[in-house]
């Protein structure tokens, strides 16, 4: 009789238990669902507005089988896909837009498990259906945008430096981040160096004489461009993690690929130019006060701009295009600068705005432009840079698949002293809420281009989870019958392991939240074969210690403490390769990677611990064991 120690029972017990819970929820499958999300970035959904939706759902005879409140949302389960597209279009036109709405898939688990937050494993974009975008962010963009914003504080700074130093022109090359201003004194060159000087290093200045006369260069050190290019890919990461999660799409996955590409992937979504629509437009806000001098109309016959003022034109109403306006170009204020937008409807006049809130430095430079300009006029200029869907027109200037359309939503008098905090009129329902969407989740630090789109539709995606699943359980059915036939006892124990690991394989991938794609369901397989060979390796070991004449019970102890260098050295190089692939991989390959990895873990687990306990609390506690059924 061999006593094992009782703690290791105890142990595998409690892994079985804890990973067969979070492995249950997929037992129950998922729903087709919808995801409710007010407008307001400050106003989430509450119990109020879940009942004014079932009231409407309850008049079209559309009741959901189960609703609940999540993160500040209203979700929604449906029996069916068409009861679903049914409850959406009923809500959209009950409430008049006031909500968002995505269409999702949530688990069918009871609520219990949805209280404790036991979920089953996300699916990835080829099980799921929905779009995959790969975004190509132009680098170039982004640094042009940096200077332009070198040049515009330079002229701040030194029409702000004490004494004031007058300046002539000022040039500009994005290619090699150079701003060039000509000064219109010698005399102040050293007070110019002073107020154009970087405090933390990122810009070298130089002087000079040129044919114009005395210039000082800034130029960005090859450190800040790597930088700038860096940040301005992770600030496009990041404000498409924000527009999607507006928008309320189920799990999606944003990440970087190379050096300039970012992967975006939306399980569930189906039109890919509404996706296009939102997450490649660039929408961003500049005040900038109206010249009262100039006249618009002969500034545009002429096409004679007046120095220090631009030409733009107002929204177009009612079919008729336009009419010109002329502004100051020095900016007020900007959308980087913007903290805060959301949208609502005036209650006094019955007119859509959008409230704003600026930061300290746009506070206090719209503080001081109206100050000083009270009964002036100030005009909001609505900058949008979007990709261009298939047969989409592009209105304002095209260059390549941008489009970039600049125009005058606003240009209202000055009635008081304006600072942080104010609104935007002049805009349609459907455009306010948009734009504060755009303001809300950040604008896109630099322009990108789909160099890769693909759709992949729910009926392909449930196709491969069968197939998928089928090749799975063909696979086992055949180990398992190879196992117990070869094996006999000993096989019905390594099969019943296998089916842990499988168990506790799915619970990993259900806690972690890993997303599983069709190569995630081949790695299962193929670490399932893994797992099966090192039972192989134990059994064959016992088997030479029974042939050496060596008693059952020495033999299975022999037999498992013998094999386990082997067993670990194969199981550890294998991981090696995961970990390799995971680091190095993107996309399905990563999902791939990291079912393997967790694969191992649990197979070396099972296969060692697992399996050496149930010989041990079938066979270890006979006193007299003549034989075992190896």
């Not at 330079?154 to 022109?169: E, I």
């Not at 306006?325 to 609502?344: C, H, M, P, W, Y």
């Not at 592009?394 to 609104?423: M, N, P, Y």
């Not at 539709?457 to 449930?462: D, E």
Request: aromatic letters at 6%.
């Amino acid at each position: 009789m061999y006593h094992y120690s009782r703690w290791k029972y105890w142990l595998v017990i409690l892994v079985i238990v804890v990973g067969t819970l979070f492995a249950l929820p997929n037992v129950y499958g998922e729903g087709p669902a919808l995801q409710l999300s007010r407008n307001g970035h400050e106003v989430t959904m509450d119990e109020a507005a879940r009942q004014q939706v079932l009231g409407v759902l309850e008049t079209a005879k559309l009741t959901p089988e189960v609703s609940y409140l999540q993160k500040g949302r209203l979700v929604m389960r449906f029996a069916s896909d068409k009861q679903r597209e049914d409850a959406q279009k009923a809500v959209t036109a009950g409430t008049k837009g006031e909500y968002l709405i995505a269409l999702s898939s949530v688990p069918r688990a009871p609520e219990w498990m949805r209280e404790v937050g036991l979920k089953p494993m996300s699916l990835g974009l080829d099980l799921r259906g929905g779009v995959h975008f790969v975004y190509e962010v132009d680098v170039q963009g982004a640094l042009a945008q940096a200077v332009e914003r070198m040049e515009r504080d330079a002229r701040t700074q030194l029409r702000d430096s004490k004494p004031r130093v007058a300046f002539g022109a000022i040039t500009s090359n994005p290619t090699t981040g150079v701003v060039r201003v000509v000064l219109r004194n010698a005399s102040d060159l050293q007070t110019a160096l002073d107020a154009l000087k970087s405090p933390d290093g990122s810009l070298v200045l130089t002087s000079g004489e040129g044919a114009d006369g005395t210039y000082v260069e800034m130029r960005m050190t090859p450190q800040e461009l790597k930088r700038r290019g860096d940040v301005a890919i992770e600030q496009n990461i990041t404000t498409l993690r924000n527009r999607v999660d507006e928008l309320g799409i189920a799990e999606p996955i944003v990440t970087r690929q190379a050096a300039n590409r970012i992967v975006v992937q939306l399980p569930g979504v189906q039109d890919p130019n509404e996706a296009i629509r939102v997450l490649g437009a660039t929408a961003t806000l500049e005040f900038r006060l109206v010249d009262e001098a100039n006249s618009p109309y002969e500034a545009e016959q002429n096409k004679r701009i007046p120095i220090g003022s631009k030409l733009y034109h107002m929204r177009a109403e009612g079919g008729n295009p336009g009419r010109p306006i002329l502004l100051k170009r020095d900016v007020i204020a900007t959308g980087e600068q913007l903290t805060d937008a959301s949208f609502n409807i005036n209650t006094q006049e019955g007119q859509p705005q959008v409230n704003v809130k600026l930061d300290s430095r746009g506070g206090q430079s719209m503080l001081n432009a109206t100050k000083d300009n009270v009964g002036k006029r100030m005009a909001v200029v609505y900058i949008s840079k979007k990709q261009l869907a298939q047969n989409e027109t592009c209105k304002g200037v095209r260059t390549g698949q941008i489009c970039t359309e600049e125009e005058v939503i606003s240009a209202a008098t000055i009635q008081s002293v304006l600072s942080s905090s104010f609104r935007i009129t002049g805009l349609q329902a459907n455009e306010g809420r948009e734009l504060a969407l755009l303001l809300r989740s950040g604008a896109l630090a630099a322009p990108q281009t789909i160099v890769e789109q693909r759709s992949v539709g729910p009926s392909l995606g449930k196709d491969n989870i069968t197939r998928g699943w089928h090749a799975m359980g063909v696979g086992l059915l055949l180990t398992f019958a190879f196992m117990a036939i070869y094996y006999r006892g000993f096989g019905w124990i390594a099969n019943a392991v296998l089916a842990a690991n499988l168990v506790l394989t799915v619970g990993l991938l259900s806690m972690l939240q890993a997303s599983l794609s069709l190569p995630g369901i081949a790695a299962v397989v193929f670490h399932l074969g893994i797992a099966v060979d090192a039972n192989i390796l134990i059994y064959e070991r016992i088997r030479e210690e029974l042939r050496a004449g060596n008693s059952p019970l020495s033999a299975i102890n022999a037999g498992f403490d013998k094999a386990f260098a082997t067993i670990a050295d194969s199981n550890v190089t294998t991981l090696i390769a995961g970990v390799v692939l995971f680091a190095f991989g993107t996309g399905t390959i990563r999902s791939f990677a990291i079912v393997m990895t967790l694969g191992i873990l649990t197979s070396l687990f099972t296969s060692v611990v697992g399996s050496r306990v149930l010989v041990h609390a079938i066979w270890g506690r006979r006193p007299r064991l003549a034989s075992l059924p190896i």
